[in-house]
């Protein structure tokens, strides 16, 4: 039974968060028909702002400035607002299609919460989410169908060993030993470099995966420190 002393203060925050919403709803579509900039504004031309507003929210969540992730998140959202704006103009979709699909898909991929499947822990749910995934309308055939393959190197490689994964055909089955064999190939084979090279990133992934690490955060934030120690002494 539902305690009304707890569902009082979620039910406030929801109808908080619902007027937060319908005002920056209305400020969005303002500036689409006042801001000249914004009225020339397509998903092409906006696509690029959103996955830079979604670096600059990783980098605020990695680094833990919760002042910061508040800001990014706010920008993010005003891209979501934006682009699901454009589908409405042209009868595509809506803002409130957005958000029912997602709940929807949402409560489709976790049946282990809203059905009656079982799982043991992360790596399961992650599993299950994989596989149904696959069933989906829409969806390519394949292990690796809809993996984006603009992403960045490092997620790309993670997305396809998870996906592998997912499968059943974990890559690689020695992580370790496939990382010192591609350290040793990229440092003796100078002629096959390239390839070399490649192999040692695909095992560095791998390990940033078994670790439970994103690579592409921690490579930038290596780069960050690189940058942080040599202005320092400089």
């Known amino acids: 039974m539902t305690d009304p002393a707890r569902e009082a203060p979620a039910s406030e925050a929801s109808a908080r968060a619902a007027a937060a919403l319908q005002r920056l709803d209305e400020v969005t579509r303002f500036l689409r028909t006042e801001c000249p900039w914004d009225r020339e504004q397509d998903e092409r031309s906006i696509v690029p ?4 507003e979604a670096y600059e929210l990783a980098d605020a969540a990695q680094r833990g400035d919760d002042a910061k992730l508040l800001d990014e998140l706010g920008d993010v959202l005003f891209q979501v607002h934006f682009l699901s704006l454009l589908l409405e103009e042209r009868g595509a979709g809506s803002l409130a299609e957005v958000a029912e699909q997602c709940r929807t898909k949402l409560v489709r991929r976790h049946p282990h919460v809203f059905g009656d499947v079982e799982v043991e822990g992360a790596a399961e749910v992650l599993r299950n989410w994989d596989q ?3 069933t989906e309308p829409g969806r390519g055939a394949g292990v690796f169908a809809d993996v984006p393959e603009s992403l960045p190197g490092p997620l790309y490689a993670r997305k396809l060993m998870r ?3 997912s499968a059943g055909r974990d890559w690689p089955d020695d992580v370790e030993a496939h ?4 350290a040793d190939r990229a440092l003796a084979d100078r002629e096959d470099s390239f390839d070399a090279v490649g192999e040692l990133l695909l095992a560095t992934v791998a390990l940033a995966r078994e670790l ?3 690579p592409e955060l921690a490579l930038r934030a290596a780069a960050d420190r690189m940058r942080d120690e040599i202005e320092g002494g400089g």
């Open 49 to 52: 702002h959103t996955v830079e």
């Open 132 to 134: 149904i995934k696959r």
């Open 163 to 165: 996906r592998a994964g």
């Open 179 to 182: 990382l010192r064999a591609a």
């Open 212 to 214: 439970r690490v994103d």
